[in-house]
């Protein structure tokens, strides 16, 4: 059995294993630490904070385009149905913009079924 070294900050503690293990437990559920065609993190600050408003785009846009592939439909099938413009869209998904709140929930509609 390995010994897994630990690591204490802030009053949490962390188990720290190699990278190769950490990638399998990531494949293990399906999930690769640099996923195809998702927008990259911003990069993060001195104090190793990512920007808010920029980390949150990229959170949205992976979430639109995760849950869009999942239901099978492309860019363009999804803002007609949502009925916005496949370039706003396209942007949302690059995290380049904000949504306003009317947009979302018409992305949400289809995507959830709707």
Do not use: C, F, H, W
């Amino acid at each position: 059995m390995k010994t897994i070294a630990t690591l204490d900050l802030n009053g949490e503690k962390y188990a720290v294993l190699p990278m190769k293990d950490y990638r399998r437990l990531l494949a293990a559920g399906g999930i690769t630490d640099e996923e195809e065609g998702l927008p990259p993190m911003p990069p993060r600050r001195a104090n190793g904070d990512y920007p808010a408003i920029a980390a949150a785009r990229v959170s949205i846009a992976r979430d639109i385009i995760r849950s869009r592939r999942a239901v099978g439909l492309s860019q363009a099938e999804l803002a007609r149905r949502s009925g916005i413009r496949v370039e706003t869209l396209n942007r949302i998904e690059k995290a380049k913009v904000t949504a306003d709140i009317a947009t979302m929930e018409k992305i949400d509609k289809v995507l959830a079924g709707g």
